[in-house]
């Protein structure tokens, strides 16, 4: 089933108020997820003015995965869909635009939960080719930026997702955020690498006041490491290496 694209659905800004709006039906479980995680489409708009393809017949899918299907983490609070808002939330706050538009719903069939854009992507493409392919590398510099900032816990290869238009996308922050140090990434390509000047006047930005759209999604002493994170990296100016504490990559890789 083909995803969001630029080429033929409606503009980013477009999608995410459709995303916060319009009523949603499940169409199916996606597979190999630890989480309860569902394809969904949005209905078209009842007023008849168009809907997410722009053509008023096919509907707009997005992935909802329900606080209902979480499985409980003991070092993870419950709530791990508030963690992919404000992911998507962080990221847009940096003006970096890596995750899909994604939003709080609570009226989904299975109760609460996020409800991400599915973008068109092609799958046979993740982060180990992309960065192997190479033209990438502004991208997956700010990709590993972010994950640093957001403590990722979980950056998988495959989490990297290639669009149409070239464009590369972040997806599943679930693990995100901990105030504890828990960065587990594939992305270490980069370590004491200089961080790009653009890079660290938007993390400075965020060092000196988080935004209330990422703060209303987490606890305050998560707030206080994420922008302690953004602080620091901004001071040492390059990307950290694995600090031996404990694995720094994610199983599987892919």
Same mark, same amino acid.
């Given at each position: 089933?083909?995803?969001?694209?630029?080429?033929?659905?409606?503009?980013?800004?477009?999608?995410?108020?459709?995303?916060?709006?319009?009523?949603?039906?499940?169409?199916?479980?996606?597979?190999?997820?630890?989480?309860?995680?569902?394809?969904?489409?949005?209905?078209?708009?009842?007023?008849?003015?168009?809907?997410?393809?722009?053509?008023?017949?096919?509907?707009?899918?997005?992935?909802?995965?329900?606080?209902?299907?979480?499985?409980?983490?003991?070092?993870?609070?419950?709530?791990?869909?508030?963690?992919?808002?404000?992911?998507?939330?962080?990221?847009?706050?940096?003006?970096?635009?890596?995750?899909?538009?994604?939003?709080?719903?609570?009226?989904?069939?299975?109760?609460?939960?996020?409800?991400?854009?599915?973008?068109?992507?092609?799958?046979?493409?993740?982060?180990?080719?992309?960065?192997?392919?190479?033209?990438?590398?502004? !991208? /997956? +510099?700010?990709?590993?930026?972010?994950? #640093? @900032?957001?403590?990722?816990?979980?950056?998988?290869? *495959?989490?990297?997702?290639?669009?149409?238009?070239?464009?590369?996308?972040?997806?599943?922050?679930?693990?995100?955020?901990?105030?504890?140090?828990?960065?587990?990434?594939?992305?270490?390509?980069?370590?004491?690498?200089?961080?790009?000047?653009?890079?660290?006047?938007?993390?400075?930005?965020?060092?000196?006041?988080?935004?209330?759209?990422?703060?209303?999604?987490?606890?305050?002493?998560?707030?206080? !490491? /994420? +922008?302690?994170?953004?602080?620091?990296? #901004? @001071?040492?100016?390059?990307?950290?290496?694995?600090? *031996?504490?404990?694995?720094?990559?994610?199983?599987?890789?892919?």
């Amino acid at each position: 089933m083909s995803g969001w694209s630029p080429v033929d659905g409606p503009g980013l800004e477009s999608a995410h108020e459709q995303l916060e709006t319009r009523p949603f039906t499940v169409v199916g479980r996606l597979p190999w997820s630890s989480n309860l995680t569902f394809l969904v489409a949005l209905d078209p708009d009842p007023g008849g003015d168009g809907d997410a393809a722009g053509d008023g017949t096919a509907p707009l899918h997005a992935v909802y995965k329900p606080a209902s299907g979480e499985q409980s983490l003991w070092d993870f609070p419950d709530g791990l869909y508030r963690r992919e808002v404000a992911a998507f939330e962080l990221s847009e706050s940096l003006g970096w635009g890596l995750v899909p538009p994604t939003v709080v719903r609570h009226d989904g069939e299975f109760g609460p939960g996020s409800l991400q854009l599915f973008v068109e992507a092609d799958y046979e493409e993740h982060y180990f080719t992309l960065f192997d392919e190479g033209g990438h590398e502004q !991208a /997956l +510099t700010a990709m590993c930026a972010f994950d #640093v @900032v957001a403590n990722n816990a979980d950056r998988k290869s *495959g989490h990297v997702l290639k669009g149409p238009d070239g464009r590369l996308w972040g997806i599943d922050h679930g693990l995100c955020f901990h105030h504890q140090h828990k960065l587990r990434t594939v992305i270490w390509d980069f370590a004491d690498d200089t961080v790009p000047a653009g890079l660290l006047e938007d993390l400075g930005r965020l060092a000196d006041r988080l935004p209330e759209r990422v703060s209303a999604l987490l606890s305050e002493r998560e707030c206080a !490491a /994420l +922008t302690e994170r953004a602080r620091h990296l #901004v @001071v040492t100016g390059t990307f950290p290496e694995p600090t *031996g504490d404990r694995p720094p990559y994610p199983w599987p890789l892919v």
